[in-house]
Every structure is written in structure tokens, then in C-alpha cells.
T-cell receptor, first 114, second 115 residues
Framework: SQQGEEDPQALSIQEGENATMNCSYKTSINNLQWYRQNSGRGLVHLILIRSNEREKHSGRLRVTLDTSKKSSSLLITASRAADTASYFCATDAWTQGGSEKLVFGKGTKLTVNP | EPEVTQTPSHQVTQMGQEVILRCVPISNHLYFYWYRQILGQKVEFLVS????????KSEIFDDQFSVERPDGSNFTLKIRSTKLEDSAMYFC?????????????FGPGTRLLVL
């Protein structure tokens, strides 16, 4: 089955450091999305990268996609305490005829210590 | 910036009772979704809805679940007879385009607790 799986499961860093989270998946995709979830709250969309893109930037976020390795990484530069949250990758479940659902990984819990 | 809204934010109910979770998608979006997240677990797809009918559903979305767009703005998820295992955070989402090609925007969620 197709899954996004993030690693590490948990990451603790100091404010100002960079945080890198990785996501692996199993089958072909059209795009991959990263979301953030503050504890017990909703999902905030961060960035979408398409299968024909290799890298994308948004502010302090940098996402890479390697379709040959079926993996993606999310880099948060110059982290802040407010970046403390869980980060999820989500892939579209590509099937013939299309599918509308997103398949989420288990997430990486990031803690940024002041 | 437009956003998806959900009500109520929290709901506590007794096992066997019916619950209706409400969502207002982003106004120009045509595709609507429900997902759920059991505490500590992954976000799971339940159902997608377009043009007033279900376009895709997961194995979780059994006969106890139904969705409806009763008017031009609301999108609802009904659970007919709740079970303990229905306790979860339920997220509504909407998008402009189908097939997960474009961003799905999520609401803040409804935390459902079944006692």
C-alpha cells in the first residue's frame, strides 16, 4: 500500500538551528504535500511539490523530492520556538483514473527549544 | 485569506447517539473531503464529495456514515450510531481541483469523544 513515512519520529533542536525531516513513500505519485499540525489543532498546508519538480522554497522552508528514491525532505532553516509542531507528508494515491485522497505519514514531532 | 471552518470544535456524545459534524468549505472550491485522526495515529481519508455525490470513500466509511451538502455552503458528516472507536479528530477539507493535484485546505477539526 502507498504510504508516506516520515523520519525521524521526533526531533529536538535549539532555536536558530536547522531542522530536516524526511519522508519516504512506496508508489508513483503526482505530487507530495507537507502539512504542519500544532498539538491537537488543525492541519496547515505548507508546500506542494509536483513529481516533475526537484526542489521548492517557501520562506524558511525548503522541500526536495527524489522520485527515483521515492523520498522527500523538508528543511526548516533558522528554526524558531513557534515552529514546534508535528510535520506530515501526504501523497496523492495515484491510481489509474485518479484518486482524490491524500495518504498521510505518521509525522515527525519537532520541538524547538528557546 | 479564505479558510475552511468547522463546528463544533468539540463534541461529547453517548455511544449509540447520532452526531452531525459541520463544515463550511472555501467558497469557490468544488471538492470536499472528510478525514479523521485517532489520537496518536495517522490522518486517514474517509470520503470525497463532488457535484452532490460521493466520488470516493474508504473502507472506514461504512453505512454508519453519510455526507451531505444541504445548501450552498455547508458540508456535513453524520455518524448514525456512534461507537467508542469513532472517538477521533475529524477534519474537513476542500480543494479547487480533484485527484489531489492541488492543495487540500483543512479546517481546524472537530474533536469527537464517544463515551
Amino acid at each position: 500500500s502507498q504510504q508516506g513515512e516520515e523520519d525521524p519520529q521526533a526531533l529536538s533542536i535549539q532555536e536558530g538551528e536547522n531542522a530536516t525531516m524526511n519522508c519516504s513513500y512506496k508508489t508513483s505519485i503526482n505530487n507530495l504535500q507537507w502539512y504542519r499540525q500544532n498539538s491537537g489543532r488543525g492541519l496547515v498546508h505548507l508546500i506542494l511539490i509536483r513529481s516533475n519538480e526537484r526542489e521548492k522554497h517557501s520562506g524558511r522552508l525548503r522541500v526536495t523530492l527524489d522520485t527515483s528514491k521515492k523520498s522527500s525532505s523538508l528543511l526548516i532553516t533558522a528554526s524558531r520556538a513557534a515552529d514546534t509542531a508535528s510535520y506530515f507528508c501526504a501523497t496523492d494515491a495515484w491510481t489509474q483514473g485518479g484518486s482524490e485522497k491524500l495518504v498521510f505519514g505518521k509525522g515527525t514531532k519537532l520541538t524547538v527549544n528557546p | 485569506e479564505p479558510e475552511v471552518t468547522q463546528t463544533p470544535s468539540h463534541q461529547v456524545t453517548q455511544m449509540g447517539q447520532e452526531v452531525i459534524l459541520r463544515c463550511v468549505p472555501i467558497s469557490n472550491h468544488l471538492y470536499f473531503y472528510w478525514y479523521r485522526q485517532i489520537l496518536g495515529q495517522k490522518v486517514e481519508f474517509l470520503v470525497s464529495f463532488y457535484n452532490n455525490e460521493i466520488s470516493e470513500k474508504s473502507e472506514i466509511f461504512d453505512d454508519q456514515f453519510s455526507v451531505e451538502r444541504p445548501d450552498g455552503s455547508n458540508f456535513t458528516l453524520k455518524i448514525r450510531s456512534t461507537k467508542l472507536e469513532d472517538s477521533a479528530m475529524y477534519f474537513c477539507a476542500s480543494s479547487e481541483a480533484p485527484y489531489a493535484r492541488e492543495t487540500q485546505y483543512f479546517g481546524p477539526g472537530t474533536r469527537l469523544l464517544v463515551l
